[in-house]
């Protein structure tokens, strides 16, 4: 299985600009999450879908940010527009519930750095 | 709401030494306990994980953890730590009947490996 996949593996943007994070989860896995790494504020959740459909975006920063999961290979975090702030790793992580266990796999993250 | 403290910042211990980082959670019903490492500059690797049974787990790299509910314990141990072991590790807590699926995590512990 090659696992969570992540691109782009680092991203360096001014302000004010698009970008786009992507996801490819395990396949068969139908739990798909959004995480943010920071020094200050840790590993926290922005999102996460259950087959293709969003749950919980409560972590979702503001209206900036935004996350879509057209189908169950792919799902983007989209921030417009960006901020020095939104400097991080953004991990993206799948699950899949199987006998009363349900376990996350992490993709290697994408190193976002905004100027 | 759930939570997860791991008290030490940061250790530093000998190659071949004892170890045990310490992780305490909070939350009101059965929780799901992980240990994740993390790599300077890699993603989260699942060390181990606890759902339910036998209290104490064995993962890989030779670690184990011990879940102990009347402490809001799950402390993880290996009985001889080697240089590649350096590394951050994370605790974190899930809670499937909630819900939410989504892992709350510690501060996370920088292990120091000294020759």
């Known amino acids: 299985d090659a696992g969570v996949i992540q691109s782009p593996r680092h991203e360096v943007t001014e302000m004010g600009q698009e970008v786009t994070l992507r996801c490819k989860p395990i396949?068969?896995?139908?739990?798909l999450f959004w995480y943010r790494q920071t020094m200050m504020r840790g590993l926290e959740l922005l999102i996460y879908f259950n087959n293709n459909v969003p749950i919980d975006d409560s972590g979702m920063p503001e209206d900036r940010f935004s996350a879509k999961m057209p189908n169950a290979s792919f799902s983007t975090l989209k921030i417009q527009p960006s901020e020095p702030r939104d400097s991080a790793v953004y991990f993206c992580?799948?699950?899949?519930?199987?006998?009363?266990?349900?376990?996350?796999?992490f993709g290697p993250g994408t190193r976002l750095l905004v100027l | 709401a759930q939570s997860v403290t791991q008290p030490d910042i940061h250790i530093t211990v000998s190659e071949g030494a004892s170890l045990e980082l310490r992780c305490n959670y909070s939350?009101?019903?059965?929780?799901?306990l992980f240990w994740y490492v993390q790599s300077p500059g890699q993603g989260l690797q699942l060390l181990l994980k606890y759902f339910s049974g036998d209290t104490l787990v064995q993962g890989i790299k030779g670690f184990e953890a011990e879940f102990k509910r009347s402490q809001s314990s799950f402390n993880l141990r290996k009985p001889s730590v080697h240089w590649s072991d350096a590394a951050e590790y994370f605790c974190a807590v899930g809670a499937l009947d909630t819900g939410r699926r989504a892992l709350t995590f510690g501060s996370g512990t920088r292990l120091q490996v000294q020759p």
């Open positions: 396949s068969g896995h139908d739990y």
């Open positions: 992580a799948s699950s899949q519930r199987q006998g009363g266990e349900e376990t996350q796999y």
């Open positions: 939350y009101g019903a059965t929780p799901y």
